[in-house]
């Protein structure tokens, strides 16, 4: 059985975010022992693939180190990057049947488009102890599946070195505890609109260097500010970082993104 790490949300190897890729099963295995591999494979998601009589739809689950999560933008185009250049799907669209919902995923020029469900957050009150864990007072609050603090600007979110214990307790009025997007405007000049960071040890990661699911938020928060549909993102994970190009489409947010293989590998194990 072989194994992908794809390189997401990036142009050039050693960029954006490693995902691990499971060859597809024709069932899915162990829940257990899918978990297991994750924590062996020790990247922020594996993503495991089921076939149907369709060969353009998946099943598609994803594994932290820790646990099953709902959604994963990187590892979902991990796993398109993998059936197209590796397995030789000629389809013109990808389904995958995942706990989101279907999420559809098509060629776009160089990279791919996925099409997620939009998560719009709500304005709250200031979280206690968020400052204190992040090192640094955000000027806004927002909730929606994760928290996002607005900082006063780019250098502020650059220069983020959060005391991660704290953060894991925190909610306020998010879904997920642990899991806090960090943000801003770019600086003039910059050839995107805004830089941003996410910190999840809620789910096992500290800092996650390129996130799908958090542009679900900051692409219509975004757009909204903006008065456009599309935003260009940056997350600056120090050392790697990702792109990332937003379009929100009512309740649906389309994700932009390339993909690189860097290293392909054969299990010595099976369910």
């Not at 050039?12 to 499971?22: E, I, L, S, Y």
């Not at 996002?148 to 959060?162: E, F, G, H, I, K």
């Amino acid at each position: 059985m072989r194994q992908w790490t794809v390189d997401a949300f990036a142009a050039a190897p050693f960029r954006g975010n490693p995902a691990c890729v499971v060859e597809p099963f024709d069932q899915w295995p162990d829940d257990g022992w899918m978990q297991a591999l994750a924590k062996e494979n020790n990247q922020a998601e594996t993503a495991f693939l089921l076939r149907t009589d369709d060969p353009g739809r998946f099943g598609l689950r994803w594994f932290t180190p820790g646990r099953e999560v709902d959604l994963c933008g990187h590892a979902t185009l991990g796993s398109a990057h993998v059936l197209v250049t590796e397995l030789g799907s000629d389809v013109a669209a990808l389904t995958f049947d995942t706990r989101s919902g279907p999420l559809i995923v098509r060629r776009a020029g160089e990279g791919y488009e996925m099409d997620f469900p939009a998560n719009m957050p709500r304005r709250t009150g200031p979280v206690a102890g968020l400052a204190e864990a992040l090192g640094a007072e955000p000027v806004e609050v927002w909730a929606g599946r994760y928290l996002v603090a607005v900082l006063a600007d780019a250098a502020a979110v650059r220069a983020l070195r959060p005391n991660i214990a704290a953060l894991t307790p925190l909610r306020g009025e998010a879904g997920e505890a642990g899991e806090v997007i960090v943000c801003a405007d770019a600086d003039a000049g910059d050839d995107v609109d805004v830089i941003d960071r996410f910190f999840a040890p809620g789910c096992g990661v500290d800092e996650d260097p390129a996130t799908g699911s958090a542009h679900c938020i900051l692409g219509p928060l975004y757009a909204d500010r903006l008065g456009r549909p599309d935003v260009r993102f940056r997350q600056v994970f120090p050392g790697r970082g990702g792109d990332i190009e937003t379009e929100t489409r009512g309740d649906r947010v389309l994700l932009r993104g390339r993909a690189v293989t860097v290293i392909e590998s054969r299990l010595r194990i099976a369910p």
